[in-house]
């Protein structure tokens, strides 16, 4: 189903945290434009200019051509909602925070165009009626950082199943698939990062990166680590590790081995 076959106004929830520069922008060419601070009225409201905001598209008509000739300078999620702006700023400050496990809760920047990416595609089609709630249709510009790492960035599209659900809760619960999602999307952002950083190639540094994973590093600073002895030693194969050894201390040995020092 196509955009313009949905009813429903059209709103961007601008991720301002990925392009600090589109509120300057947003101010200089669209200053009638009313945009609603998405931490306003929730327990970040501390931290407002590093959200998000929601702005209403009909009253923009050349922010629509924007988002789509140039969607990385002006990122996040665009929406179709018949829901009223109260009834849509209320579930989406609702999907802000979400629980983790029993005791675990965190922000879900869900209008991040990677997070998108991989937060969706962990959710089935009940869990995405609930998410979604008024939300008709959501539209992004991004993909995996995998696929950033080789340019294949393009447009997503979800449409609301519209299955027969209860409202999204406050603190909402994450199902184990869509948390594995979120520690993928971290996972793999770090290895873009490290490739951007020393100029390697992602896919060497993402499989050097399950490779220390496999082996038991996987507190990030223990990764890094790993991360970087394997670079200094592209061809040598791990030793058994020895009886009793937390991670550092088979990362010692590692090194020891794969240097020529005393094991």
């Not at 490739?195 to 060497?204: E, P, Q, T």
């Not at 990030?220 to 550092?248: F, M, N, T, Y």
């Amino acid at each position: 189903m196509s955009a313009g076959t949905l009813a429903g106004s059209h709103w961007l929830l601008l991720d301002v945290p990925s392009a600090p520069d589109a509120t300057w922008r947003l101010q200089e060419q669209f200053a009638g434009v009313q945009a609603e601070v998405l931490f306003d009225d929730t327990e970040l409201h501390g931290l407002g200019e590093h959200s998000p905001l929601l702005l209403d598209l009909r009253r923009a008509g050349g922010l629509v051509s924007l988002c789509h000739l140039d969607p990385q300078a002006w990122p996040g999620l665009v929406l179709i909602s018949s829901a009223s702006a109260e009834q849509l700023l209320a579930h989406l400050r609702r999907m802000l925070t979400v629980t983790l496990g029993l005791h675990h809760k965190a922000l879900l920047n869900y209008y991040n165009p990677h997070t998108a990416s991989y937060f969706f595609d962990g959710c089935d089609p009940q869990e995405l009626s609930c998410w979604l709630g008024p939300i008709s249709q959501v539209r992004w510009f991004g993909g995996t950082w995998a696929d950033r790492a080789i340019g294949s960035l393009g447009w997503q599209q979800l449409t609301n199943p519209g299955l027969p659900v209860t409202a999204l809760e406050n603190e909402h619960s994450l199902s184990d698939r869509q948390q594995c999602q979120l520690q993928q999307c971290l996972l793999e952002r770090h290895a873009w990062r490290w490739s951007r950083a020393i100029g390697r190639d992602y896919h060497l540094l993402w499989k050097r990166f399950q490779e220390g994973m496999g082996l038991g590093f996987t507190e990030q600073a223990l990764l890094d680590d790993w991360l970087w002895l394997r670079l200094q030693h592209p061809d040598a194969r791990p030793v058994p590790k020895l009886e009793g050894r937390s991670p550092r201390e088979y990362l010692d040995q590692l090194r020891r081995a794969w240097q020529g020092g005393p094991g």
